[in-house]
Every structure is written in structure tokens, then in C-alpha cells.
């Protein structure tokens, strides 16, 4: 049987501490190795921004540091990028996953690479695009993964293997379509049994899809009209992914605090991205569902003894009804003496 810090560890935990876009190229890095483009003096690259056509093949360099004193072992590996479900971060994929994009395209020219302490090693990469790539963006990533398998403490031993990764942003040349949607809007609402005694909140959870061509970065604004036309909410949504990238899709929620305990709102929900743009809407009813309650539970109480008192009334007021005649007996003529024979 293995260990299961053995079984953990090829469930290695990818901590893919992705550079972000500055005007400086700063390297991916996670304190003990950064990831970089290879670039000259008077061009810095923060990260490979490349250009091709289909059936084009492209040739780079990545370097990969060493910051620690001890020699390093990598494993070197060009993935596919997407977005994280739980809040739409830049993440690649893992070494054993299927690769569709960069991923499959990309081969650096050494799979495995040793690099001594306080040093820097550079290795070629190759990226052939095929005929048949679909145009448009197509995100990546070359990642250097440490061989070495971090071990934790306590029973069950968790192996974490860690990587450092430089992305790639690719365009695969011809007619791009940046497209927006905004799906399955739902609000719930929450709010105290009595009014006055808590706070009310609503959540409001959507789901961000790319459904075009080239990564976008989205704004979302949200909205809520209460009676009347009543302004209740007007905010732009900051937890939004900075880069959706192209068919991906990412839910996300937002939480309304202060929201009516007695009001009908409509919430609407505006999504934006370059030349995309789309809204959707959604109601819910804030009522103090106790109070509503006892007063119709009153009501109805009210209501049966209201019944009940008229019938006995009725019954009261009602004049008896007439005794039915009483039917004379017939009586029998009696016979004359005179008529005996």
C-alpha cells in the first residue's frame, strides 16, 4: 500500500505565483526561484507577449533563477491557463491534465533542468502553432515545477509540490470577437424574524462567461430600484477576475448589506468588456415574515370568531317556527231511535 503522503503528493498543490502585468519586467517568483522571459537590455519583458499565424512556428527563451544557496531541480513544461472557479485568478493547468493551446504547442528544449544555487540557467522553447488554431487569444504558461516534495507534519503527511510559472499570452492572427454574458442571476435574501433587530443582507451570485475570442477584462456594475423608481443600491463590483480569459466562465457573488426589510427590489446586474455589453435583472419581495405572520394568523382568528358570533345571532334572531294544526277526530252520526228497524 503507498503512503499516502506518496498518494497527496501526485495531487501536488500548484502555488503558480503568476507575475502581473507592470511597466518594469519583474519575474515571477515565490521567494526561492523566479520564471522569466529572456529579454535585452532595452527591451524587458515582464511576460512572453507573442504573435503568430497559424502553421507559424515561434522560438523564445525563458530563464529560470535560483535564489536559494542549495542546487534546484525542475521540471520545465508549457501548460494551458484558465480561470479559477473560486475567484476567476490566473492558474495553468497541472502536468498530467490535457493541453489544447499553448500547453500542446510549446516545447522547451529540455524537460527536466538543474540549476545551482544563486545562478541562472536559460533554456530554448519552441512554439509551433497548427494550421487549424482557431484565431484569437490563447493564454499559457511555461512552468518550472520543483521535483522536490515538500512533506507536512502531523498524521497524515500532505505532499505540496510547488511551481513558479512565466506566462504567455498568444494571438493567433485573424478576426476576433470580444463577447460578454452574464448568466443564471439569483438573489436570496436574509433579513431578521422581528425589524429592527439585526441587519438585512441579500446575495447576489452570477456567472462571468467569456464567450468570445480574446481575454477581456470585465466591469460589472450593480444595481437595485426599490418602489416607486427608489434608488436602493449603485455600486461597481471590485471583486471581478482582472483577465477573463477566452471560454471561461467564473461565478462569482456579491453580499448587499443594509438591505430593505420592507420593499419590492429589483436588482439589475451590467457587465462590460471592450465592445461587449450586457445587463440582466432579477426581483425578491423584503417583508418581516413574523410580523406578517402573526398579523394573518390575527386575521384569520378574527375572522372564524367573527363567523361564529354572526351564526349564533342568526340563531338568536330566528322567530320559532308555527305548531302544525291539529287535524279534527271524525266523529260518527249517531243513529235515531226512530230509524231502528
Known amino acids: 500500500m503507498r503512503k499516502p503522503s506518496v498518494l497527496l503528493s501526485r495531487l501536488a498543490l500548484l502555488c503558480l505565483l503568476l507575475g502581473l502585468p507592470v511597466p518594469a519586467a519583474r519575474a515571477a517568483d515565490n521567494g526561492s526561484w523566479s520564471v522569466y522571459p529572456v529579454a535585452s537590455k532595452s527591451a524587458a519583458r515582464p511576460y512572453f507577449t507573442l504573435s503568430a499565424e497559424p502553421g507559424q512556428t515561434l522560438t523564445d527563451k525563458v530563464a529560470v533563477r535560483n535564489k536559494t544557496a542549495r542546487p534546484l531541480t ?3 513544461y508549457a501548460a494551458d491557463a484558465y480561470n479559477t472557479a473560486r475567484d476567476g485568478g ?3 493547468r497541472t502536468l498530467k491534465e490535457r493541453m489544447r493551446g499553448v500547453g500542446a504547442w ?8 538543474t ?3 544563486h545562478r541562472t540557467v536559460t533554456v530554448p522553447f519552441t512554439l509551433r502553432v497548427p494550421r487549424d488554431a482557431e484565431p484569437g487569444d490563447h493564454p499559457g504558461a511555461l512552468v518550472a515545477l520543483d521535483e522536490h516534495v515538500d512533506t507536512g507534519s ?3 503527511a500532505l505532499g505540496v509540490r ?16 470580444p463577447a460578454l454574458s452574464v448568466e443564471q442571476l439569483r438573489v436570496s435574501h436574509h433579513q431578521p424574524l422581528v425589524p429592527g433587530l439585526g441587519d438585512s443582507t441579500a446575495t447576489v451570485s452570477y456567472t462571468l462567461r467569456n464567450t468570445g475570442n480574446v481575454t477581456l477584462s470585465p466591469r460589472v456594475e450593480l444595481t437595485a430600484r426599490g418602489l416607486f423608481g427608489r434608488t436602493l443600491l449603485d455600486r461597481e463590483l471590485t471583486r471581478v477576475p482582472a483577465e477573463l480569459l477566452p471560454g471561461q466562465r467564473v461565478r462569482l457573488t456579491e453580499t448587499w448589506r443594509g438591505a430593505p426589510q420592507l420593499d419590492r427590489a429589483r436588482v439589475t446586474l451590467t457587465a462590460r468588456a471592450r465592445d461587449s455589453r450586457e445587463s440582466v435583472s432579477a426581483g425578491f419581495l423584503a417583508l418581516p415574515w413574523l410580523p406578517v405572520a402573526l398579523v394573518l394568523a390575527a386575521a384569520v382568528a378574527a375572522g372564524a370568531l367573527l363567523v361564529r358570533a354572526r351564526r349564533v345571532r342568526a340563531r338568536r334572531s330566528a322567530p320559532g317556527r308555527p305548531s302544525p294544526p291539529e287535524r279534527p277526530t271524525p266523529s260518527r ?5 226512530s230509524a231502528r228497524p
Open 74 to 76: 525542475f521540471r520545465l
Open 90 to 92: 490566473f492558474a495553468v
Open 106 to 113: 510549446a516545447r522547451p528544449a529540455t524537460a527536466r533542468v
Open 115 to 117: 540549476v545551482p544555487g
Open 154 to 156: 502531523g498524521r497524515l
Open 162 to 177: 510547488r511551481a513558479v510559472g512565466a506566462r504567455i499570452y498568444l494571438r493567433v492572427g485573424g478576426p476576433t470577437l
Open 333 to 337: 252520526p249517531r243513529s235515531s231511535p
